[in-house]
Nanobody, 125 residues
Framework: QIQLVQSGGGSVQAGGSLRLSCVAS????????MAWFRQAPGKEREGVAG????????YYAESVKGRFTISQDNAKNTLYLQMDSLKPEDSGKFYC??????????????????WGQGTQVTVSS
């Protein structure tokens, strides 16, 4: 059982930056993929960015490419999401997630085993 505890988020004006953190109760190497998902009101939870923890390969949703950066600090068991040039449409509740196994795409939500508590990001215009 892996526990994921998130921090960061908040409110920012368009063009601003925020960083989300997610601390895992176990080494990130015990997972296959770590990812950030976002859920806007009335919408499904969607993948924003993912990283294959062993090889370090990262993937992004088209809408955030070039603006968001996912990274991991193995010494701190921590996953980060640096969000720059934020837009109002980036708003939503962000969740970190851990996948232990599975061969579907990084943003295939049903394969994720553990989820953080969520943190709200609000971008105003």
């Amino acid at each position: 059982q892996i526990q994921l505890v998130q921090s960061g988020g908040g409110s920012v004006q368009a063009g601003g930056s925020l960083r989300l953190s997610c601390v895992a109760s176990e080494s990130l190497s015990s997972t296959k993929v770590m990812a950030w998902f976002r859920q806007a009101p009335g919408k499904e939870r969607e993948g924003v960015a993912g990283i294959y923890t062993h090889r370090g390969q990262s993937y992004y949703a088209e809408s955030v490419k070039g603006r968001f950066t996912i990274s991991q600090d193995n010494a701190k068991n921590t996953l980060y999401l640096q969000m720059d040039s934020l837009k109002p449409e980036d708003s939503g509740k962000f969740y970190c997630a851990a996948k232990i196994a599975g061969n579907m795409a990084w943003d295939y939500r049903p394969e994720y085993n553990y989820w953080g508590q969520g943190t709200q990001v609000t971008v105003s215009s």
